[in-house]
C-alpha cells in the first residue's frame, strides 16, 4: 500500500489529490485546492508551501503507509509574467514536498493526459470525467483538484508499471530516475535475485 499526493501548482489556486494504491486499485481518499489570497507573490508562495506542508504531515501523522509525491511539469509559453509566477507557485511546492522528507516525480501534462485518458491531448472534461470513474467518485471535484488527482493517478499507473517491467528485480532503496518521460535504470539500481 502506498499513498500518493499529486500536486497541479497554480499562483492563486493550487490543487491536490491523495489517492491510496494497493497494486492496481486506487482508492480516493482526498482531494481540494489551496487558495491564496494575497496579491503579494511572496505572501502566496508562503501559503502554498504551508497549505501543502500541513496536508503531507497530516497524512504523515495518521498513516503508517510510504508517501509518494507527484507533480505536474509547467510549460507555457505565452505569457512570460504569468509563466513566472507559475513558476514560482511550482517551486514552493516542491520545496513544501521535499522538506517533509517527500521525493517528488514530475511529469508533463500530456504524460497525466496520457495515463488517465490514454489520449494525450485529452481536454479537462476527458480527464475529469476519468478521474471520477478510475475513482468511483459521486460528486465532481473542482477542476484543480481533479488535475492533482490526475497527476496521482499517472504516477501510480507509471509506478505500477515500473514494477510490473522489473519483474522479480527491486530497486536498492530508491527510486529510479525519471528525464524526459524515460526511466534510466543502471545496473548498480538493481536488486537481481540469485538463481
Not at 17 to 24: E, L, N, Q, S, W
Not at 47 to 70: L, M, N, T, W
Not at 85 to 95: N, V, Y
Request: net charge positive; glycine share 8%.
Amino acid at each position: 500500500m502506498t499513498l500518493i499526493i499529486g500536486i497541479d501548482p497554480g499562483s492563486r489556486m493550487t490543487g491536490y489529490g491523495v489517492i491510496r494504491a494497493v497494486g492496481d486499485h486506487l482508492t480516493f481518499l482526498d482531494a481540494g485546492t489551496i487558495r491564496t489570497d494575497s496579491t503579494e507573490m511572496p505572501k502566496r508562495i508562503s501559503q502554498i508551501f504551508g497549505g501543502i506542508a500541513r496536508i503531507v504531515q497530516h497524512y504523515q501523522k495518521y498513516h503508517d503507509e510510504p508517501i509518494h509525491s507527484a507533480i505536474e511539469q509547467v510549460f507555457m509559453a505565452t505569457n512570460p509574467d504569468s509563466a513566472l509566477k507559475l513558476g514560482q507557485a511550482r517551486g514552493a511546492a516542491i520545496a513544501s514536498l521535499t522538506a517533509q522528507g517527500l521525493t517528488v516525480s514530475e511529469y508533463t501534462a500530456r504524460q497525466i493526459k496520457q495515463a488517465v485518458c490514454g489520449y494525450g491531448a485529452a481536454d479537462k472534461e476527458q480527464v475529469t470525467a476519468m478521474v471520477c470513474r478510475i475513482l468511483a467518485l459521486e460528486v465532481i471535484p473542482q477542476a484543480d483538484a481533479s488535475d492533482g488527482l490526475a497527476c496521482a493517478i499517472c504516477h501510480a499507473h507509471s509506478s505500477h508499471s515500473m514494477h510490473k517491467l522489473l519483474g522479480n528485480t527491486a530497486l536498492k532503496g530508491r527510486s529510479a530516475s525519471k528525464k524526459k518521460g524515460r526511466w534510466r535504470l543502471s545496473e548498480s539500481d538493481l536488486i537481481i535475485p540469485k538463481s
